[in-house]
Protein backbone atom coordinates (compact mmCIF):
# COMPACT_ATOMS: atom_id res chain seq x y z
CA UNK A 1 0.00 0.00 0.00
CA UNK A 2 2.86 2.47 0.67
CA UNK A 3 3.75 2.02 -3.12
CA UNK A 4 0.21 3.15 -4.35
CA UNK A 5 0.28 6.61 -2.37
CA UNK A 6 2.98 9.46 -2.60
CA UNK A 7 4.04 10.70 1.03
CA UNK A 8 1.19 13.48 0.67
CA UNK A 9 -1.45 11.86 -0.01
CA UNK A 10 -0.37 9.02 3.06
CA UNK A 11 -0.33 11.86 5.03
CA UNK A 12 -3.69 12.40 4.04
CA UNK A 13 -5.49 9.17 4.65
CA UNK A 14 -3.65 8.64 8.00
CA UNK A 15 -5.37 11.87 8.74
CA UNK A 16 -8.56 10.58 7.63
CA UNK A 17 -8.35 7.83 9.26
CA UNK A 18 -7.57 9.29 12.54
CA UNK A 19 -10.33 11.74 12.19
CA UNK A 20 -12.86 8.95 11.24
CA UNK A 21 -11.23 6.86 14.44
CA UNK A 22 -12.03 9.59 16.72
CA UNK A 23 -15.94 11.50 15.87
CA UNK A 24 -17.15 7.43 15.91
CA UNK A 25 -15.33 6.27 18.93
CA UNK A 26 -14.72 2.92 17.07
CA UNK A 27 -11.74 0.90 16.46
CA UNK A 28 -8.87 1.01 13.97
CA UNK A 29 -10.58 -2.64 12.62
CA UNK A 30 -13.87 -1.13 11.43
CA UNK A 31 -12.89 1.85 10.32
CA UNK A 32 -10.13 0.07 7.96
CA UNK A 33 -13.28 -2.23 6.98
CA UNK A 34 -15.58 0.94 6.41
CA UNK A 35 -12.97 2.89 3.66
CA UNK A 36 -10.59 0.20 2.49
CA UNK A 37 -13.23 -0.68 -0.39
CA UNK A 38 -13.18 3.08 -0.99
CA UNK A 39 -9.91 3.24 -1.66
CA UNK A 40 -9.10 0.12 -3.41
CA UNK A 41 -6.96 -2.32 -0.94
CA UNK A 42 -8.02 -4.72 1.34
CA UNK A 43 -9.19 -3.60 5.58
CA UNK A 44 -6.20 -6.14 6.51
CA UNK A 45 -3.50 -4.09 3.77
CA UNK A 46 -4.88 -0.55 5.39
CA UNK A 47 -5.16 -1.70 8.89
CA UNK A 48 -1.20 -2.73 8.60
CA UNK A 49 -0.12 -0.09 6.32
CA UNK A 50 -1.61 2.50 8.71
CA UNK A 51 -0.33 0.74 12.05
CA UNK A 52 3.32 0.79 10.49
CA UNK A 53 2.54 4.22 9.66
CA UNK A 54 1.44 5.56 12.85
CA UNK A 55 3.82 3.59 14.91
CA UNK A 56 6.61 4.69 12.80
CA UNK A 57 6.05 8.38 13.35
CA UNK A 58 5.40 7.80 17.05
CA UNK A 59 7.43 7.90 20.23
CA UNK A 60 7.13 5.19 22.33
CA UNK A 61 4.97 6.43 24.81
CA UNK A 62 1.97 7.28 21.67
CA UNK A 63 2.99 3.84 20.26
CA UNK A 64 1.62 2.62 23.93
CA UNK A 65 -1.96 4.88 23.48
CA UNK A 66 -2.37 3.33 19.96
CA UNK A 67 -1.75 -0.58 21.15
CA UNK A 68 -4.44 1.02 24.15
CA UNK A 69 -6.55 2.80 21.67
CA UNK A 70 -6.98 0.02 19.56
CA UNK A 71 -7.77 -2.67 21.95
CA UNK A 72 -10.27 -0.38 24.02
CA UNK A 73 -12.14 0.05 20.45
CA UNK A 74 -12.03 -3.63 20.40
CA UNK A 75 -13.81 -4.34 23.71
CA UNK A 76 -16.09 -1.14 22.77
CA UNK A 77 -17.16 -3.22 19.37
CA UNK A 78 -17.42 -6.54 21.20
CA UNK A 79 -18.94 -5.88 24.29
CA UNK A 80 -20.45 -2.27 25.21
CA UNK A 81 -21.87 -1.77 21.64
CA UNK A 82 -23.07 -5.12 20.46
CA UNK A 83 -26.21 -5.25 23.14
CA UNK A 84 -28.26 -3.57 25.06
CA UNK A 85 -27.34 -3.07 28.51
CA UNK A 86 -30.44 -3.22 31.15
CA UNK A 87 -28.30 -2.06 34.33
CA UNK A 88 -24.56 -1.34 35.50
CA UNK A 89 -24.13 -4.58 36.94
CA UNK A 90 -24.03 -6.58 33.44
CA UNK A 91 -21.72 -4.50 31.98
CA UNK A 92 -19.71 -4.81 34.88
CA UNK A 93 -19.77 -9.21 34.19
CA UNK A 94 -19.40 -8.94 30.53
CA UNK A 95 -16.15 -6.52 31.16
CA UNK A 96 -15.01 -8.77 33.46
CA UNK A 97 -15.38 -11.69 31.35
CA UNK A 98 -13.76 -9.72 28.08
CA UNK A 99 -10.86 -9.15 30.28
CA UNK A 100 -10.39 -12.68 31.09
CA UNK A 101 -11.10 -13.99 27.72
CA UNK A 102 -8.06 -11.03 26.63
CA UNK A 103 -5.91 -11.91 29.23
CA UNK A 104 -5.74 -15.68 29.63
CA UNK A 105 -7.97 -17.23 26.18
CA UNK A 106 -7.42 -15.68 23.14
CA UNK A 107 -4.62 -16.78 20.70
CA UNK A 108 -1.54 -14.12 20.25
CA UNK A 109 0.73 -13.77 17.43
CA UNK A 110 3.65 -13.06 19.45
CA UNK A 111 3.21 -16.46 21.35
CA UNK A 112 2.89 -18.52 18.19
CA UNK A 113 -0.96 -18.76 18.38
CA UNK A 114 -0.78 -19.86 21.79
CA UNK A 115 -2.89 -18.56 24.83
CA UNK A 116 -0.86 -16.55 27.67
CA UNK A 117 -2.02 -19.74 29.43
CA UNK A 118 -0.80 -22.40 27.57
CA UNK A 119 2.56 -20.86 27.25
CA UNK A 120 2.66 -20.03 31.14
CA UNK A 121 2.14 -23.89 31.72
CA UNK A 122 4.39 -24.72 29.27
CA UNK A 123 6.78 -22.67 30.85
CA UNK A 124 6.94 -23.87 34.68
Known sequence: ????????????VVCLVEDRISVQECSIVSVCEQMAPKLGVSASALRQWLQK??????????????VAEDVNGSYKNEIIHA??????????IATFEWVSWWNVKRVYRALDYHTPQEVENRYW
Open 83 to 92: RWWVDVLGVE
Open 53 to 66: SRWENRDRGDQIDL
Open 1 to 12: MSKIFDEEASDR
